[in-house]
């Protein structure tokens, strides 16, 4: 037992990286893959899809909105026909989506909340 508690003492010492899951930005507030799901089904216009393109994201939202299947699901089954330009606008809204969360929660974090507790856990482990 004594060589993992060392093992674990060196390695915070050596300045380690981590890594939360998505536990963490769940309790603070960030969209989860429903909320994910609800908010590209609501913004990813189809403007710019060619008809294949179109279609094969309609079938995406029937998947999400009609069968009720989640988000990871919804886009495996959809293999190859989703394109360079769907993978865009898949990742353009995510971005949006989470960073408008993460922006509203680091502004907490910057006016001395600790909404979720990662800021005494980071300093605990740091220490």
Request: charged letters at 20%; a negative charge; glycine letters at 8%.
């Amino acid at each position: 037992m004594k060589q993992y508690a060392r093992f674990i003492e060196e390695t915070i010492k050596s300045n380690p990286v981590y890594i939360v899951g998505s536990g963490s930005s769940a309790g603070a507030g960030i969209s989860g893959m429903g909320a994910l799901a609800d908010y590209l089904v609501k913004s990813v216009s189809l403007t710019h899809f060619a008809p294949a393109e179109a279609d094969a994201w309609q079938e995406i939202v029937h998947r999400l909105v009609n069968e009720n299947k989640g988000l990871e699901q919804a886009l495996q089954e959809s293999g190859d026909r989703i394109s360079t330009m769907i993978t865009n606008e898949i990742v353009q809204h995510t971005w949006r989506c989470i960073s408008a969360d993460e922006c509203e929660l680091l502004m907490r974090y910057a006016a001395g909340e600790d909404p979720i507790g990662f800021g005494r856990l980071f300093h605990y482990l740091v220490k």
